[in-house]
């Protein structure tokens, strides 16, 4: 089975710009989750989403969003782009979201590197 | 607010000692727990979880830990690292329940030198 796959893998923009990221998850996964990965605050959570519903939502800025299509593909966007969204954007998949069950694990792809300039 | 606190930034050791990377959180509610890895260039990898029964969870590539509820702690053990250990561990807890959302530490910075 493949993995999560994210792309672009590499971003450059300037501040001020606007960014979307997107996510494939595992086939048959029907959650996403969005993680920002910074060597200042480390793995912060964006967002999650299962089945085209947003059911949680970190503490980061309305310059932050999200959705979820139907085939479970999700894409983030990032409007107004400032210095301090240089990060690694990580996208996890899984089977399912924790309302159904708990015992659930995420799988992590291997991030969109976005440098803001 | 749930915090996940890993005591150990920076680890070096000699090839074949022991390691345990402490995890301590705050949550006093049912919680899953995990231990990620991430090797140079690569991505997140589970290493282990726990979500209930024996608190004692073996992993892959001969890690364990152990869950101490009464001390929230969930800490990472392996008895001899080699050089390929060299990696980034996170620590992450997820409430029991409630959506998919990981609370991660600052994770640790592991060095193994040969």
């Known amino acids: 089975k493949a993995g999560v796959t994210q792309t672009p893998r590499y971003l450059i923009k300037t501040r001020g710009q606007q960014v979307t990221l997107s996510c494939s998850p595992i086939?048959?996964?029907?959650?996403v989750s969005w993680y920002q990965q910074t060597p200042g605050q480390g793995l912060q959570f964006l967002f999650e989403y299962f089945s085209e519903t947003q059911r949680n939502k970190g503490n980061f800025p309305g310059r932050f969003s999200g959705r979820q299509f139907s085939n479970s593909r999700s894409e983030m966007n990032v409007s107004t782009l400032e210095l301090g969204d240089s990060a690694l954007y990580l996208c996890a998949s899984s089977p399912r979201t924790s309302g159904i069950s708990s015992y659930n694990e995420q799988f992590f792809g291997p991030g969109t590197r976005l440098t803001v300039l | 607010a749930q915090s996940v606190s890993q005591h150990n930034h920076h680890v070096i050791l000699s090839e074949a000692a022991s390691l345990e990377l402490g995890c301590n959180y705050s949550?006093?509610?049912?919680?899953?727990l995990f231990w990620y890895v991430q090797y140079p260039g690569q991505h997140l990898q589970l290493l282990l979880k726990?979500?209930?029964?024996?608190?004692l969870v073996k992993g892959i590539k001969g890690f364990e830990a152990e869950f101490i509820k009464s001390k929230f702690s969930f800490n990472l053990r392996k008895p001899s690292v080699q050089w390929s250990d060299t990696a980034e561990y996170f620590c992450a807890v997820k409430r029991w329940g409630a959506t998919n959302k990981l609370i991660f530490g600052t994770g640790t910075l592991l060095a193994v030198q040969p």
């Open positions: 086939s048959g996964h029907r959650s």
């Open positions: 726990y979500f209930s029964g024996d608190p």
């Open positions: 949550y006093g509610g049912t919680v899953n």
